[in-house]
Nanobody, 125 residues
C-alpha cells in the first residue's frame, strides 16, 4: 500500500493548511487512516485518526477544536484541515493506514502498517 502525503509548506501563525493523503490501493475504503507528526528533536506523536467509514474521528488534544479530518473513499484520499496554526504545529506530518480498524482510545503508531513519506509543515510566528 502506497500513501502519498501532500499539502505541507510554510504558513503563518493563525493561518490554515489542508494536508492530503492519497492512495492507489483498491482496499482503501476498508482502512482506518491517521496523521502523526514529528517535530525536530521530538518523538512522533498522534494528531488525528478516522475510521474506515469516516464516521468516527479522534483528535489529539493539541489540535482538537481547530482540526478536521475527513475521508473520501471514492477518491481514496483523506484530508486534514488545520486552522489557527501555531508555531508548535511545525513538524513533518505522516499519514498512515490501518487495515484492522481502530481500537478504543487514541490510536498509537504501532497500530498502523503503512506510512506515507511525510510532508513538512512550518508555521512562522
Amino acid at each position: 500500500v502506497q500513501l502519498q502525503a501532500s499539502g505541507g509548506g510554510l504558513a503563518q501563525a493563525g493561518g490554515s493548511l489542508i494536508l492530503s493523503c492519497s492512495s492507489s490501493t483498491r482496499t482503501f475504503s476498508s482502512y482506518a487512516m491517521a496523521w502523526f507528526r514529528q517535530a525536530p528533536g521530538k518523538e512522533r506523536e498522534f494528531v488525528a485518526a478516522i475510521s474506515w467509514s469516516g464516521g468516527t474521528t479522534y483528535y489529539a488534544d493539541p489540535v482538537k477544536g481547530r482540526s478536521s479530518l475527513s475521508k473520501d473513499n471514492d477518491k481514496t484520499t483523506v484530508h486534514l484541515q488545520m486552522n489557527n496554526l501555531k508555531p508548535e504545529d511545525t513538524a513533518v506530518y505522516y499519514c498512515a493506514a490501518n487495515p484492522y480498524g481502530l481500537r478504543i482510545g487514541l490510536p498509537e503508531a504501532s497500530e498502523f502498517d503503512y506510512w506515507g513519506q511525510g510532508t513538512l509543515v512550518t508555521v512562522s510566528s
